[in-house]
């Protein structure tokens, strides 16, 4: 149980252009997601917190308007990344948190790369 | 504020050997601790947790962590390191009033010789 998909698992995307990587509870509901960001042999670094049906809230430095989080239902959580940028090439991972534990369970992550 | 500290980046022990991978955290309210490997381009898997109940925690794949409060510490040992604990590990801390929020240490970046 506590399953979490990510999709896609890798992208490869051009400067300039947008992509959507969906996070999936596969068999509970989540009424919170994360998105984290990690670099190469770095740590996970938190960018927004996602509530299911409210807008999500960003960490300091986090740029609303470029990394789109909607969290349309208790099962699905999207990530845009808006007018993609080199430096927006990382690992992007999301993790979702059952009722009120402090427990997440993390997704296999989406490697972007952009060209 | 919640803060984890992972002591050493690399950690490289030969097979058979005893793993030791120290925590230190600082929360102003009872925490929940935690310990997570990552394996190369996944994602995290939960290696056990600490949530107030027994101080030593044991976990999957033959780990074990004990809280220690009067040192603030949640070291991961495993008596006998397999070639397949190559990994990364982070050491989180959440709890109070964080919405949930994980905090992570640095990682630890684990070898094993064989």
């Known amino acids: 149980g506590a399953v979490v998909s990510q999709h896609p698992s890798w992208v490869i995307c051009k400067s300039g252009t947008s992509v959507k990587i969906e996070c999936r509870s596969l068999?509970?509901?989540?009424?919170?997601m994360f998105w984290y960001r990690q670099f190469p042999k770095q740590s996970l670094m938190l960018m927004a917190t996602?509530?299911?049906?409210?807008?999500?809230?960003?960490e300091q430095g986090v740029e609303k308007d470029k990394f789109l989080i909607n969290h349309a239902s208790l099962t699905l959580s999207t990530l845009t990344v808006t007018s993609a940028h080199p430096e927006d090439s990382s690992f992007y991972i999301c993790?979702?948190?059952?009722?009120?534990?402090?427990?997440?369970?993390f997704g296999p992550g989406t490697r972007l790369t952009v060209t | 504020a919640q803060s984890v500290t992972q002591l050493g980046s690399h950690v490289s022990v030969s097979e058979g050997a005893l793993v030791l991978l120290r925590c230190n955290y600082s929360s102003s309210v009872p925490p929940y601790l935690f310990w997570y490997v990552q394996y190369p381009n996944q994602g995290l898997q939960l290696l056990l947790k600490y949530t107030s109940a027994a101080t030593l925690v044991k976990g999957i794949n033959g780990f074990e962590a004990e809280f220690k409060k009067s040192e603030t510490s949640f070291h991961l040992t495993k008596p006998s390191a397999h070639m397949s604990d190559a990994a990364e590990y982070f050491c989180?801390?959440?709890?109070?009033?964080?919405?949930?929020?994980?905090?992570f240490g640095q990682g630890t970046e684990l070898s094993v010789k064989p």
């Open positions: 068999d509970f509901q989540a009424t919170t």
């Open positions: 996602s509530n299911e049906g409210s807008k999500a809230t960003y």
């Open positions: 989180a801390v959440s709890g109070g009033n964080q919405g949930g929020k994980l905090i």
């Open positions: 993790s979702a948190r059952v009722g009120r534990s402090y427990e997440q369970y």
